[in-house]
């Protein structure tokens, strides 16, 4: 079954960060993405620009409105995002608990509907 796990931090902790903290982040990460690679669960995932740079799309009484900015105003913001294949939730959770920002933020684990045809 598929899952996405998707990754919250605050947008504002991460800026705090210094060079050296933000190497070594990057490098959890992609020792975390080899080691899901390796194991099969992986089939997508990437990182997303920082909420700042996020346009949202309302569409009401048939006209289009966009606003600067996310969907709503949270202390943590969508920052990324794994598409895993798992056996079940719980090999599911698993995953995501290795995953770099689970320490930090949090991994919302959800999995993909599956549509019949």
Partial sequence: MKYLLLIYRSDAEYVK?????????????????????QSGHFKAGDG????????TVRIRDGKTLTTDGPFAET????????LIEAKD????????ARIPE????????????????
Avoid: H, W
Avoid at 17 to 37: D, H, V, W
Avoid at 75 to 82: N, S
Avoid at 89 to 96: E, M, N, P, R, S
């Fill in 102 to 117: 689970a320490v930090r933020g949090c991994i919302e684990v959800r999995p993909v509907m599956i549509y019949d045809n």
């Fill in 17 to 37: 960060m210094n060079p050296a903290q933000r190497k070594a982040l990057s490098g959890e990460y992609g020792a975390f993405t080899q080691s899901i690679i």
């Fill in 75 to 82: 202390r943590e913001q969508l920052a990324g995002y794994y």
């Fill in 89 to 96: 939730l719980d090999d599911a959770l698993a995953i995501a």
């Fill in 48 to 55: 997303l620009q920082p909420v700042s740079t996020a346009t």
